[in-house]
């Protein structure tokens, strides 16, 4: 599994269009609030992914 983030967006005709992905390593803008960003190695900061064998 991987650390990733699909962000939705919300089209003018009401319905979601194709999802932006993410990894560990991105930053993400929000549209509402373009000096908000999220720091997706803070959002993943301690978790960790266990893979059975």
Do not use: H, S
Request: aromatic share 14%; charged share 30%; proline share 4%.
């Amino acid at each position: 599994m991987d650390k990733t983030v699909a962000v939705f967006t919300l089209q003018e005709d009401g319905r979601y269009g194709r999802p932006q992905m993410y990894a560990e390593e991105d930053k993400i803008t929000v549209n509402f609030f373009p000096d908000f960003m999220v720091d997706l190695r803070q959002v993943f900061e301690g978790i960790l992914i266990l893979v059975e064998m």
